[in-house]
């Protein structure tokens, strides 16, 4: 599985208040290195926004750079950082993005466009997540930086979107898990397949990966002899997921040893399965 996170809608979400109304003006000129020299704070803006605009992003990077370099105490100066860590964005320089977001929050946290720039630091990870069969780091990163951006700012739209892409990276995580887990499994390492898979139905039981992730504890649990554990929790995967392809595994592999799915109030699924039964 691939993840694919999108960039399309992004733009839309840049504040309005960051983009005046010269924004439309025409641009700079090719992407060859500017001299600058002392201008007043607005005419610098008015440069870098018309190079964001024609996406001539490394020369927006610099402009705005320039607007906070000349005129550091401008109103000017504060609405050109973030907007270098925007253009930063655009420029697939995540890490300069984060470096000029990080500086922004500790040098302007009660800005209002502070919740802004949180939601962008946060998509700086979400944009580099990998596939399940890499290291998920950025993965990890991602999930704090939106649970960050919901903690902080709930009713903003930076928040609803966190909520979303959240759902997301959490599938992704689980997925990971899962991937490793099938690993162990595979070679018959059953203790350190358990654990994976006890991960994801413990903590993202609400991902697409729960169903199998039971299953898969009903594989090891038969494979180790603990035959009670596997008939509880293909109990509690039929009760869910009654006409999935993992119920109708895990029951055939019952079925095999003359076993059936049947509760067991003394399992630990009971405690951390939230729709047992």
Known sequence: MRFY???????????ALLLPAFLLLA???????????????????????????????KNAVTAFEEVERQHPYSVWATR???????????????????????????????????SYAYYLRALCFYERIPDVHRDQTFTR??????????SRYPDTAYARDAVIKLSLVYDQIA???????????????????????????RDYQTTSHAAEALHRLVECYLALGINKEAQAIAAVLGYNFPGSEWYENSYDLLE??????????????????????
């Open 80 to 114: 050109a950082q973030i907007m270098a860590a925007f253009s930063q964005y655009q420029q697939l320089d995540y890490d300069g993005a984060v470096a000029t977001l990080d500086r922004f929050i500790q040098l302007h946290p009660g800005n209002a466009q502070i």
């Open 175 to 201: 997925g990971a898990e899962m991937e490793v887990g099938r690993y162990y499994l595979g070679r018959h390492l059953y203790q350190s397949a358990l654990g994976r898979f006890q991960l994801v139905v």
């Open 5 to 15: 996170p999108s960039r399309k809608a992004l733009p839309l979400l840049l504040p």
């Open 27 to 57: 641009g700079c000129s090719g992407d060859k290195e500017k001299t600058f020299v002392e201008k007043p704070a607005e005419e610098l803006y008015e440069e870098a926004v018309a190079a964001l605009q024609e996406k001539e992003y």
């Open 141 to 150: 990163n991602t999930e704090r930086a939106l649970r960050d951006v919901i």
């Open 256 to 277: 095999g040893r003359n076993l059936a799915p049947k509760e067991n109030e003394d399992s630990w699924i009971g405690k951390v399965w939230k729709k047992v039964f």
